[in-house]
């Protein structure tokens, strides 16, 4: 054990009863009592100066000895300081022990009004002899241990000689005041591993440095290296600082003072900052001692000893997840562990934490922890928080199988890989990437949201806005702290509108094209590193690159929704708790407005609105006008009540055309997995951009009888990127056309008939004013009496 603060601030009393009779000598000598008027004067340069300034009546004894006080063994151990530098600190700690120093001190250096210690105190106690006085001034400059260092802070500006203010860093006082747990810049957290132990008394430190990086529990290779060494482990997790480099000297030298390994987390920090923190800490372990380690990402280009932290298996995640349970006498059976291992990819500590977060360990709960306490500095995106599920998604039963075999795949990925040693022949340690593709408003956002949610992890909307940059690297750059970030915390990638970033790659006719190649070369090759899910939403697949297609996992449609889907998503967007005034013809809202399930959410709001403006129950008349404003907003026709006739041929021409998609969507569902786009009008490449496979109903003819009777002609064409694809489709369409069409609407005789010989003259004026060649199709004349 070390000595005590009494026995050493006895021999510091004893110095400066000595210092003070010095002090009083030399008072006298510089005052010349037995003389006066010009030989008093001469009398402060006739004695020498050596004899002033140094003494040898002071003894070389060390004040601190060979057992100091339990701080200083801790600093002692950790820095390679000299006596003198040793004594300087508690010089300048005793004024924060006993008040009655610091009018001593006050007197010793001959500045009783600033209220602040100087350099001279120091050189008036510690410096009598010249060796101890070129000890104290080196290492008082800037190369010094004291000041360079920062174990010292001074004034900052000009100073006369030895009048620079000096008092001990925040942080070193704290330390060696023994505050528990001393605070250092502010917020930032701080955690101690392990205990603080007495250091022999011959130990003297050689400092050291380590980068420990990878994907593992790199606290833990942190926590083993402790153990080695034999001291206690401090954790500081980077939380941000105006001066990174200012925030890690003041966490080496705390650390130093406590006689800890310094651990800072540099988790998703930039690399340019965790190389210049690395290097920081470097020169200090390097040139005075203490011991530091740097938790980040990847290898730094530094000459320090580098640890890999390898990331965890599955089955050793399992493992932690079931083994910190029993511990805590709590019941985590293999499968609730398992899906716990495979929606968090952390560690031992970030399970402890958890079930810190979760009292009571229910799996469900424990899985609520998890994922919030993760947590993203992604600048190019936002967190959005999930709480929905399937009971929410109103999709075809296709979408519905394709989401779960998703969600099947991102669950259960690492147990069946291992167990079934799957990886000795698939690429199973990334992805899985998700293609969501299909019109706005069908669900690919709150699909993603419904995923997330079930697999447990956090879900990040990527803001493409942000992503993309005009400088030259600096998307790829982006694009890797998103991909990086994302993975480091298990995190669901959402990218809205990726058709704008993912972009189909160009012939090279400038170096605009040359470079955004580069950016989609770039991608292809990232993303095939990355460990985690990443969905991708496009309202047009076919402007994804070919290349980057084959890379997906999962390509997953949404499709529009049809009668009985948008009758659902209208109950599910009027809740119970709106009150309502008769029966909701929401069957009769269904059928007769074709809207996606985002436009139905927006009519479904206004409705619910109006109704609480007119301080009336929600009704039909409400969200048949709230409809209209809908489709009024879409900037589609939309009539007004007063002028509704359905016996007039825009209104049943327009129900024909509806009535017909309905049946080639049900109809075409029964022989394709795949959803077949129904475009009105011309089939221009504008129109059938992105909408491949496709049908197309362009009306050629139109003519209204005096009885009222209806009658049309339609070109039918089908439309593949495959010409084979076309033929199969064409010839699908012609059964249907002949056989599954409706012979009744609204009351009327409908009469649909394919014609069986073509006009040649017709489809020649046709296709050529649409800019295509002849190509086959189909004829169809429609009556309606």
């Known amino acids: 054990m070390g000595s005590s603060w009494g026995e050493t601030l006895t021999r510091l009393d004893a110095l400066l009863v000595q210092v003070c009779d010095l002090e009083e000598a030399r008072a006298s000598k510089l005052r010349g009592e037995e003389e006066g008027g010009w030989s008093a004067v001469r009398a402060t340069v006739r004695t020498p100066s050596a004899e002033l300034a140094f003494s040898t009546a002071l003894p070389e004894t060390p004040l601190l000895g060979t057992s100091p006080p339990l701080p200083f063994a801790r600093l002692r151990a950790s820095l390679r300081l000299e006596a003198v530098e040793e004594e300087a600190l508690l010089v300048l700690l005793a004024a924060h022990l006993e008040p009655r120093y610091s009018r001593l001190f006050a007197v010793l250096q001959d500045e009783t009004a600033q209220g602040w210690n100087v350099e001279r105190l120091l050189f008036t106690v510690l410096g009598r002899t010249p060796a101890r006085a070129q000890r104290l001034w080196a290492s008082l400059t800037e190369s010094g241990l004291l000041v360079g260092g920062g174990l010292l802070q001074t004034g900052l500006g000009a100073f006369p000689p030895l009048l620079r ?119 200090l372990c390097s040139r005075f001692g203490g ?117 099947f795949y991102v669950a259960q990925r690492d147990r069946v890989a291992e167990e079934r040693g799957l990886l000795r022949r698939f690429r ?74 993912f972009s189909a790659r160009t012939e090279v006719s400038n170096a605009n094209d040359r470079f955004a190649n580069l950016e989609v070369g770039f ?17 047009l697949q076919t402007a994804i690159d070919e290349a980057f297609l084959r890379r997906f996992h999962a390509r997953i449609e949404f499709p529009f929704p049809e009668v009985e889907e948008r009758r659902r998503i209208w109950e599910l967007m009027i809740p119970d708790g709106v009150p309502r005034e008769g029966t909701l013809d929401l069957a009769g809202l269904a059928q007769r407005h074709r809207l996606a399930g985002g436009d139905i959410r927006n009519a479904a709001l206004k409705g619910i609105f109006l109704a609480e403006q007119a ?75 992105g909408k491949r ?58 009469t649909p008939r394919v014609q069986e010989s073509y006009d040649f003259d017709l489809l020649h004026r046709f296709w050529s004013s649409h800019g295509h060649p002849i190509r086959a199709s189909l004829v169809l004349d429609v009556e309606m009496t």
Not at 624 to 630: G, K, P, S
């Open 291 to 407: 011991w530091a380690l740097v938790l980040c990402d990847s290898a730094q280009p530094v000459a320090v000893l580098h640890h890999e932290a390898p990331a965890l298996g599955f089955t050793e995640r399992r493992a932690l997840w079931r083994e910190e349970a029993l511990a805590r006498g709590l019941s985590l059976d293999d499968a609730e562990a398992g899906r716990l291992a495979s929606s968090f990819r952390g560690g031992r500590q970030e399970i402890r934490g958890a079930f810190d977060a979760a009292p009571g360990g229910g799996a469900e709960a424990l899985r609520a922890a998890a994922s919030r306490r993760v947590q993203v500095p992604l600048r190019h995106g936002y967190r959005l928080e999930t709480s929905r599920t399937f009971a929410d998604l109103v999709v075809r039963d296709t979408t519905r199988e394709a989401l779960e075999r998703l969600l």
């Open 165 to 283: 203010p000096v008092d001990l860093a925040p942080e070193v006082r704290d330390a060696l005041l023994e505050l528990p747990r001393p605070s250092v810049l502010g917020d930032m957290p701080l955690e101690w591993h392990g205990e603080e132990p007495v250091p022999p008394p011959d130990q003297r430190a050689s400092g050291s440095i380590a980068v420990v990086h990878g994907d593992g529990e790199r606290l833990g290779v942190a926590l083993d290296l402790a153990s080695q060494a034999g001291v206690p482990l401090v954790v500081a997790r980077w939380t941000g600082a105006p001066d990174p480099t200012s925030a890690a000297r003041a966490l080496w030298r705390m650390a130093c003072v406590r006689g800890a390994l310094l651990a800072l987390d540099l988790a998703g920090c930039e690399r340019g900052l965790a190389l210049a923190v690395t290097e920081t800490l470097s020169g």
């Open 428 to 501: 199973l340690h990334t992805g899985p990437v998700a293609l969501f593709s299909g019109r706005s408003g069908t669900g690919k956002t709150l699909a993603a949201e419904v995923i997330a949610h079930a697999v447990g992890r956090p879900l990040y909307v990527v803001d493409l806005s942000r992503l993309v940059s005009k400088y030259v690297g600096e998307t790829e750059k982006n694009i890797d702290e998103v991909l990086t970030q994302g993975e480091r915390a298990g995190a669901v990638l959402f990218f809205d509108e990726a058709d704008s970033l």
């Open 523 to 539: 991608l292809l090759q990232r993303i095939e590193r990355h460990d985690g899910l990443i969905i991708l939403a496009t309202n």
């Open 693 to 750: 496979p496709a049908v197309s109903l362009a009306l050629y003819r139109l003519a209204v009888t005096q009885n009222g009777a209806l009658r049309l002609g339609l070109i039918v064409s089908a439309w593949s990127n495959r010409a084979e694809e076309e033929h199969e489709l064409l010839g699908v369409l012609h059964g249907l056309l002949t056989r599954g069409l409706p012979h009744e609407l609204d009351g009327r005789k409908l």
């Open 615 to 689: 301080g009336a129950p929600l009704n039909q008349d409400h969200l048949e006008r709230a409809v209209a404003l809908e489709l009024y907003e879409l900037g589609r026709l939309s009539r007004r009540a007063e002028a509704e006739n359905p016996g007039d041929a825009g209104t049943r021409l327009r129900r024909v055309a509806e009535v017909f998609q309905e049946a080639l969507d049900t109809q075409l569902r029964q022989h394709f997995l795949k959803e077949i786009h129904i475009l009105h009008g011309s089939p221009t490449r504008e129109a059938l951009a």
